[in-house]
Nanobody, 124 residues
């Protein structure tokens, strides 16, 4: 069983920045691929970013490419999402996820565990 706990969400003005963190339980965090997704009410949860087990490879959704950065610290069992130049359309609940197979795909159902989510609200 893997527990994921997100933190760092909040309210920010457009153009501002936020950093999200996701702390994972378990001794094998470095074997998990990790992802960040987001969801707004009435819409499907969408992929934001993914990172490989060692952190040397990343993947991003086109909508956030160049503005968001995913990273991880395996010594701290934590994955991060740095969000810059935020836009009102980035408003959503952000979820981190773990793929026990070690991949970091953009496909929702490939992930095995999810956090409870953290709200990010960007005002115009």
């Amino acid at each position: 069983q893997v527990q994921l706990v997100e933190s760092g969400g909040g309210l920010v003005q457009a153009g501002g920045s936020l950093s999200l963190s996701c702390a994972a339980s378990g001794r094998t965090f470095s074997s998990y691929g990790m992802g960040w997704f987001r969801q707004v009410p009435g819409k499907v949860r969408e992929f934001v970013a993914g990172i490989s087990r060692s952190g040397d490879r990343t993947s991003y959704a086109d909508s956030i490419k160049g503005r968001f950065t995913i990273s991880r610290d395996n010594a701290k069992n934590t994955v991060y999402l740095r969000m810059n130049s935020l836009k009102p359309e980035d408003t959503a609940v952000y979820y981190c996820s773990a793929d026990l197979a070690g991949a970091y795909r953009s496909t929702l159902f490939r992930y095995d565990y999810w956090g409870q989510g953290t709200q990010v609200t960007v005002s115009s």
